[in-house]
């Protein structure tokens, strides 16, 4: 069956600290790989976006996610967080359509 | 250029009426999407169009729920008879994809956002 897990709902950091969020997927070939950002009242922006090669790949906004096979994983990192990262973050395996993670509410503390 | 544009941004509406929902792809972009996000539900694929067929509506959640697609451009998502649990964000997403294309980017719009009283 092909899913996405994102196990952390909300997680909280301050501002200045690294960020991890953690994307499981499950398929059956080789994934494709997404990262989206939503900010209140907004639409879905991607980050990121893995297909094939590199296993680091680097985004927007200072974003980078690694791929990793072995662990059936697609984290997404950042090594210091801005207060307007403040966001919902959804990892998406793309077939012909995307399925998504349930999201990882990010709050940044000043 | 213009991205995917959805109408109305918001709309309310009584139990038991139906809606529509517009949305404009980016000019050129063959496949069309509709995603539903609801609260406690994340994001719900509904349908794809490639062109103006749906080769997959295995995402509808009833037969009150229709979409169309003219023109292989604007798409129409109509729900009939609401219920209190559709509302709900309604996303409309494109890509340029190829047939059955793999992984392709989607670019969404802003969504609209669809109370049922």
């Known amino acids: 069956a092909q899913s996405v897990t994102q196990p952390d709902i909300h997680i909280t950091v301050s501002e200045g600290a690294s960020l991890e969020l953690r994307c499981n997927y499950s398929?059956?070939?080789?994934?494709?790989l997404f990262w989206y950002v939503q900010s209140p009242g907004q639409g879905l922006q991607l980050l990121l976006k893995?297909?094939?090669?590199?296993?680091l790949v680097q985004g927007i906004k200072g974003f980078e996610a690694e791929f990793k096979r072995s662990q059936s994983s697609f984290n997404l990192r950042k090594p210091s967080v801005h207060w307007s990262d403040a966001a919902e973050y959804f990892c998406?395996?793309?077939?012909?359509?995307?399925?998504f993670g349930t999201g990882t509410r990010l709050k940044v503390l000043a | 250029g213009a991205g995917v544009s959805q109408s109305p941004s918001n709309k309310v509406t009584e139990k038991g009426k139906d809606v529509e929902l517009r949305c404009d792809p980016i000019?050129?972009?063959?496949?069309l999407y509709w995603y539903r996000q609801s609260l406690g539900q994340g994001l719900e694929f509904l349908i794809y169009?490639?062109?103006?067929?749906?080769?997959?509506k295995s995402g509808l959640p009833s037969d009150r729920f229709s979409a169309e697609r003219t023109g292989g451009s604007v798409s129409t998502l109509t729900i009939q008879r609401t219920q209190q649990e559709d509302s709900a964000v309604y996303l409309c997403?494109?890509?340029?994809?190829?047939?059955?294309?793999?992984?392709?980017?989607?670019?969404f719009g802003p969504g609209t956002r669809l109370t049922v009283l």
């Open positions: 997403a494109s890509s340029p994809s190829l047939a059955g294309g793999l992984g392709n980017e989607q670019f």
């Open positions: 398929y059956g070939a080789t994934p494709y």
């Open positions: 893995y297909f094939s090669g590199d296993t």
């Open positions: 998406a395996l793309g077939t012909y359509k995307y399925i």
């Open positions: 000019s050129g972009h063959t496949a």
């Open positions: 169009f490639q062109g103006n067929s749906a080769p997959d």
